[in-house]
């Protein structure tokens, strides 16, 4: 029978991931199905049993499943745990269901392999405190990043990030505040993890923020730059990227978690963004 996969969402009809799985199946010759299923807001567990229990192997989580999906998995990865948000779930040895979280390692490839970043010693501002910012923080520290700091709306939660991740590796300075805190300093690389894109808004960051050189980059991904990366470049940013570099390595490291075959991502990435521009 050929494994299954899916991804789960509320909506999921906009979903990429099918394809990209679709994609890295081809590519590497692999026998798998990988189907969208929508489930019930208030329901996710039913579902997820529903699709284990006929068999499914693996599946992807989205918005807005990531906790429950933390809560269902019987296993957590280290780097989930922390997230605190599950984004890949496999079904493992006696049935027990696994949670890993793969947003924050597909975020440091994307930099890294895709837009040719090095991250060691960078002064690196992530804006935003909810499920996709708590993600990637570990990833970053890991990276050897030398300062990050948090700055999210509501400051509170960009404090507790800090707490969170306090510690993890000693060589990164980690910091937390409102966008007023952010007057006066510069960074290599400005991070929008808020969601402010979706509606075509902004954070108010202040003026001056980008360092000679600095990269931006918006965690999300359209056929037109976001409003991000538009006020970015007028601020002086050199580099502008979206997010959906960060989209298809996220979905390439589950992909590798399921299968232990790690399929090329620059063909994919090229595919998408060409589909995603011509229509
Ligand atoms: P959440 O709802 O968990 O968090 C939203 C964040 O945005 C919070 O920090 C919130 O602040 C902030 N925010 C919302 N509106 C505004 C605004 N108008 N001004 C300033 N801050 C605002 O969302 P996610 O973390 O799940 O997703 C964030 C973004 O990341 C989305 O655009 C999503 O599409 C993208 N994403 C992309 C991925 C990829 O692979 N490319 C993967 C995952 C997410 P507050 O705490 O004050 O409410």
């Keep these: 029978m050929t494994d299954q996969y899916a991804v789960f969402g509320n909506p999921i009809n906009h979903s990429k991931s099918p394809q990209i799985h679709g994609w890295f199946a081809e590519q590497t010759q692999q026998d798998l199905s990988y189907l969208p299923i929508l489930a019930p807001e208030d329901d996710f567990q039913s579902s997820a049993e529903r699709f284990f229990a006929e068999g499914g192997l693996g599946a992807n989580v989205t918005v807005p499943f990531k906790l429950d999906a933390l809560v269902f998995a019987d296993q957590l990865s280290p780097r989930a745990r922390r997230a605190g948000a599950v984004n890949t779930l496999q079904k493992g040895k006696q049935g027990m269901i696994y949670g890993d979280n793969t947003d924050g390692v597909g975020l440091v490839r994307d930099l890294t392999n895709n837009l040719g970043l090095s991250l060691q010693g960078k002064r690196v501002l992530l804006v935003g405190a909810g499920g996709a910012a708590r993600g990637v923080v570990e990833p970053l520290i890991k990276a050897g990043v030398g300062r990050l700091k948090i700055a999210n709306r509501t400051p509170e939660k960009a404090q507790q990030l800090i707490k969170i991740f306090h510690g993890l590796q000693q060589d990164s300075e980690l910091s937390a505040g409102n966008w007023r805190s952010l007057e006066g300093s510069q960074y290599d690389l400005v991070i929008n993890a808020t969601s402010a894109s979706l509606s075509g808004d902004l954070p108010p960051l202040p003026q001056g923020i980008f360092a000679p050189g600095a990269l931006a980059y918006d965690m999300m991904y359209a056929a037109e730059p976001t409003s991000f990366m538009r006020w970015a470049q007028q601020e002086g940013a050199e580099q502008v990227a ?38």
């Excluded at 790690?262 to 990435?269: C, D, G, H, I, S």
């Design 242 to 279: 979206d997010g959906l570099g960060m989209l298809v390595e996220q979905a390439a490291e589950a992909f590798f978690l399921w299968r232990e075959v790690r399929p090329a991502t620059q063909p994919v990435l090229q595919r998408l963004r060409h589909q995603l521009t011509e229509g």
